[in-house]
T-cell receptor, first 113, second 111 residues
């Protein structure tokens, strides 16, 4: 069985400050890891994913996440956030790149001016 | 546009009523899923299908039934709705080549 724990339910931050959203997982098999973002009243959008290869993965809008196998973590970071980054972020794990996903509880990121 | 379409987008049901949520995808994906999203609980898998004519239970299947008679459609049924089924329901499809695509969600309220 797999599980995902997002350590912070809410993260308030000021605009242009750095942010880290924490995600830990447990699994008895190899994992594929994902971060999804959900803007208010919208569906889920894939932000970035780790499938294999380099442990540092990046998104097109400045987010990055690092797969740390020894610490079973996949934390999401951004060096400077914008108001438009306000959303709920979900970490997810799967045993394949296309199979059923197990989600964390979500972290609401609120960026204040 | 290619993608996953969910109908309806909103619905209010009375306790004990039944309804069916429809999910349609036009990407020829083999795998399809139904999740429910509740505040503070993330998304939880209800049922899924790995191909036409197949279905399997997920994490929270009780009170729901599904069918996948055609590859492009995945139906989620509530036989006797309960207030605990008030939620936002997301359908998704996936393939080994293209990965996951989510629908825009169905907001269901059971009163």
């Amino acid at each position: 069985a797999q599980s995902v724990t997002q350590l912070d339910s809410q993260v308030p931050v000021f605009e242009e400050a750095p942010v880290e959203l924490r995600c830990n997982y447990s699994s008895s098999v190899s994992v594929y890891l994902f971060w999804y973002v959900q803007y208010p009243n919208q569906g889920l959008q894939l932000l970035l994913k780790y499938l294999s290869g380099s442990t540092l993965v990046e998104s097109i809008n400045g987010f990055e996440a690092e797969f740390n196998k020894s610490q079973t973590s996949f934390h999401l970071r951004k060096p400077s956030v914008h108001i438009s980054d306000t959303a709920e972020y979900f970490c997810a794990v799967s045993s394949t790149s296309y199979g059923k996903l197990t989600f964390g509880q979500g972290t609401i990121l609120t960026v204040h001016p | 546009n290619a993608g996953v379409t969910q109908t309806p987008k909103f619905r209010v049901l009375k306790t004990g009523q039944s309804m069916t949520l429809l999910c349609a995808q036009d990407m020829n994906h083999e795998y399809m899923y139904w999740y429910r999203q509740d505040p503070g609980m993330g998304l939880r898998l209800i049922h899924y299908s790995v191909g036409e004519g197949t279905t399997a239970k997920g994490e929270v299947p009780d009170g729901y039934n599904v069918s996948r008679l055609k590859k492009q459609n995945f139906l989620l049924g509530l036989e006797s709705a309960a207030p605990s089924q008030t939620s936002v329901y997301f359908c998704a499809s996936s393939s080994s080549v293209l990965g996951y695509t989510f629908g825009s969600g169905t907001r269901l309220t059971v009163v």
